[in-house]
Antibody, heavy 121, light 110 residues
Framework: QVQLQESGPGLVKPSQTLSLTCTVFGGSIGRGDYYWSWIRQPPGKGLEWIGYTYYSGSTYYNPSLLGRVSISMDTSDNQFFLKLNSVTAADTAVYFC?????????????WGPGALVTVPS | QSALTQPASVSGSPGQSVTISCSGTATDVGGYNYVSWYQHHPGTAPKLIIYQVNSRPSGVSNRFSGSKSGNTASLTISGLQAEDEAYYYCSSYTSSSISVFGGGTKLTVL
């Protein structure tokens, strides 16, 4: 059974960099037709796709975050990472890591419990 | 890439059926059979309930069904139960090789 767990600071100052780690248990992130993803939900709002990294290392990002976002992976530790630069209060959200399976039509089949990151205004 | 369009809220009584729509464009919903649906109870992780328009993952009730016509996908929940009260989100793969979510629909079971 695949499990994902987000970790990282819960408070980030404005203009600094938000950094989160997702640790994957029960499956290797370096194999298979999987897209390792970050998704966020601002308070009182809906889900927003941030981006994903493919097991080959290719990355894809939400155009609205281009220039500020970076997703990378470390297959030796079975982790992948989110970095979001120059944060503002609008980046306050619960951040989820998730797996999208190619054979599921890139549906997100496993999710972490989510991590709240607050950027004070 | 704009978010997919969903109604803000729907409601139904126990035992009834409700349908939630998800409107996109020819470059996302209409262009691929890669529409998925998620059930989200606040404070928990979203749960995949439909993938590839109309397929259910193992363990998901057959009261949940999906369909698509043109640029609009739909989720139907039959035999409404109290535990179905939640937020529902659609998602689609797009021609830009990225994913997009709908704005979410709050389902209230009366």
């Amino acid at each position: 059974q695949v499990q994902l767990q987000e970790s990282g600071p819960g408070l980030v100052k404005p203009s600094q960099t938000l950094s989160l780690t997702c640790t994957v248990f029960g499956g290797s992130i370096g194999r298979g037709d999987y897209y390792w993803s970050w998704i966020r939900q601002p308070p009182g709002k809906g889900l927003e796709w941030i981006g994903y990294t493919y097991y080959s290392g290719s990355t894809y990002y939400n155009p609205s975050l281009l220039g500020r976002v970076s997703i990378s992976m470390d297959t030796s530790d079975n982790q992948f990472f989110l970095k979001l630069n120059s944060v503002t209060a609008a980046d306050t959200a619960v951040y989820f890591c998730a797996r999208a399976a190619g054979w599921y039509g890139k549906a997100f089949d496993y999710w972490g419990p989510g991590a709240l990151v607050t950027v004070p205004s | 890439q704009s978010a997919l369009t969903q109604p803000a809220s729907v409601s139904g009584s126990p035992g009834q059926s409700v349908t939630i729509s998800c409107s996109g464009t020819a470059t996302d919903v209409g262009g691929y059979n890669y529409v998925s649906w998620y059930q989200h109870h606040p404070g928990t992780a979203p749960k995949l309930i439909i993938y590839q328009v109309n397929s259910r993952p193992s363990g998901v009730s057959n009261r949940f069904s999906g369909s698509k016509s043109g640029n609009t996908a739909s989720l139907t929940i039959s035999g409404l139960q109290a535990e179905d009260e939640a937020y529902y989100y659609c998602s689609s793969y797009t021609s830009s090789s990225i994913s997009v979510f709908g704005g979410g629909t709050k389902l209230t079971v009366l």
